[in-house]
């Protein structure tokens, strides 16, 4: 599958930008649990940040094992009830949505109305090798109860404490997916911007809708990873089709790739406008993708539906959705004994030990997703 020069270009030049940006580095703490300024004021510059080096090898490697594990338990086709073994396949009998399909680096929502509308405009859809598949999976939704190491993931007690410095100490969850981008037959995703509750609230702000932490387990490049709009997060309203139209393609010129090294931590705010392209690369990517809101941007709002199920967003929904904080963090300091655990504050006074009965009481745990 061959890349036309000005794709090559648009690539590289978005690489060049991308480093020129002051938003990359390890997580740094000052004072008690506060986010070093100097992160803090890059990412509400920019929409995002690089933690780089966040999942160290060994993580990487229990990361990958169990990355093989879980992609066997798939299914073997779009509505097949068992894998590749015979078993019942991920997803079967769930009431959530989990295993999403779609044909070969197509664009499966830009364009149409599905998520609200929030994918306007559809992406360029390269033609695939004759020997691709015609279909393949590109997202799976409620990881956690589907994988020990996405789940030891969450529990990790820097991401979390990135998460308490620009929430809240009382941030809440928002939902777990895994994204995936195989070589040559991975799907693009349509520039969009997440959230659909607050943009006309007078409440609105720049972190109004949350962010995401993407964790690469192999790494992403221009050519398989996320692209974000830097600034577009403070935006109330953002013209996607006239920015598509204005550039003459899908490749926007603000737009800067996210490049990630393996065991990176990208977070995003999700008001920024984002997307990525079909990767035609020769490079898989796998993210962990784990959101995080502020309780009073979910207290008391109504689902979206894009995600979890449509209901009104109570104390009652916040609690029990909480708790997957309070089993991940147990479930890590299981796996890594030597590490400092986190302290979330609204599941500290439960007994969330992760074990046989926990993880009967998360399946289906997606249902609960506190979608804004």
Not at 4 to 33: K, M, Q
Not at 65 to 80: I, M, T, Y
Not at 210 to 218: I, L
Not at 311 to 336: F, H, T
Request: charged residues 25%; glycine residues 10%; contains cysteine.
């Amino acid at each position: 599958m061959e890349r036309t020069a000005d794709i090559e270009r648009y690539f590289a030049d978005g690489e060049r930008r991308a480093y020129e940006l002051d938003n990359r580095g390890p997580i740094r703490f000052v004072g008690d649990g506060a986010l070093h300024p100097s992160i803090v004021e890059a990412y509400w510059e920019h929409g995002f940040y690089i933690f780089e080096g966040v999942f160290g090898a060994e993580e990487l490697a229990d990361i990958e094992a169990d990355l093989e594990r879980f992609r066997r338990r798939l299914p073997v086709a779009r509505g097949a009830e068992v894998d590749v073994d015979g078993n019942p396949a991920i997803g079967v009998g769930l009431e959530a949505q989990n295993v999403i399909w779609a044909k070969t680096l197509s664009d499966p929502v830009g364009g149409s109305s599905q998520s609200h509308g929030r994918h306007p405009v559809k992406m360029s859809e390269p033609e695939a090798d004759a020997d691709a598949p015609t279909e393949v999976v590109y997202v799976v939704h409620g990881s956690l109860q589907h994988s020990d190491a996405c789940l030891r993931a969450y529990g990790h007690p820097g991401l979390l404490g990135v998460a308490a410095a620009l929430n809240g100490r009382d941030f809440t969850p928002f939902n777990e997916v895994l994204f995936v981008k195989d070589p040559g037959v991975g799907p693009s995703v349509a520039w969009h911007r997440d959230g659909v509750t607050h943009w006309d609230s007078p409440e609105w702000d720049q972190g109004a809708h949350g962010f995401n932490f993407m964790g690469q387990v192999f790494g992403c490049t221009p050519a398989n990873g996320v692209w974000v709009v830097p600034g577009t997060h403070k935006m109330r309203d953002v013209d996607i089709p006239g920015m598509v139209a204005e550039a003459g393609s899908d490749r926007l010129p603000n737009a800067v790739p996210l490049v990630c090294a393996p065991g990176d931590v990208a977070i995003t705010n999700r008001q920024t406008v984002h997307g990525s392209f079909a990767n035609t690369s020769p490079d898989c990517r796998v993210t962990l993708n784990m959101g995080f809101h502020r309780r009073a941007s979910v207290l008391g709002q109504t689902g979206s539906g894009i995600h979890g199920s449509v209901g009104v967003l109570d104390a009652d929904r916040i609690a029990e959705r909480s708790k997957m904080i309070g089993w991940a963090i147990d479930a890590r300091q299981q796996r890594y004994s030597d590490e400092t655990p986190f302290d979330y504050e609204p599941t500290a006074a439960l007994d969330l030990a992760f074990d046989d009965a926990a993880r009967a009481a998360i399946v289906d745990y997606n249902r609960l997703d506190l979608s804004v």
